[in-house]
């Protein structure tokens, strides 16, 4: 498979999760990575990885461009 570009997360707060979901017919957390403000994570969407969810409040830098996940209140 060929590999897809770098998506960058840069956490703003502690306690940060990016979570990544299984590919394939039942999707599934393989991986949880607890980011506190000021880490950053550089990933990329892989064979095992189809779906991230970030929890918390992050900027995520895409190939689409930047957004912004909130804290939850
Ligand atoms: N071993 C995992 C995989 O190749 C590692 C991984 C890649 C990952 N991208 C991720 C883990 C994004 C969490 C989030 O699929």
Not at 15 to 20: D, K, L, Q, T
Not at 29 to 51: C, Y
């Amino acid at each position: 498979m060929s590999q897809s570009d770098y998506i960058v997360i840069r956490a703003e707060e502690d306690g940060v999760h990016v979570i990544g979901l299984t590919r394939g017919t039942d999707t599934k957390f393989h991986h949880s990575e607890k980011l506190d403000s000021g880490e950053i994570m550089i990933a990329q969407f892989t064979e095992h990885t189809s779906a991230m969810k970030i929890r918390g409040k992050a900027e995520i830098h895409t190939a689409y461009g930047v957004v912004n996940s909130e804290a939850k209140k």
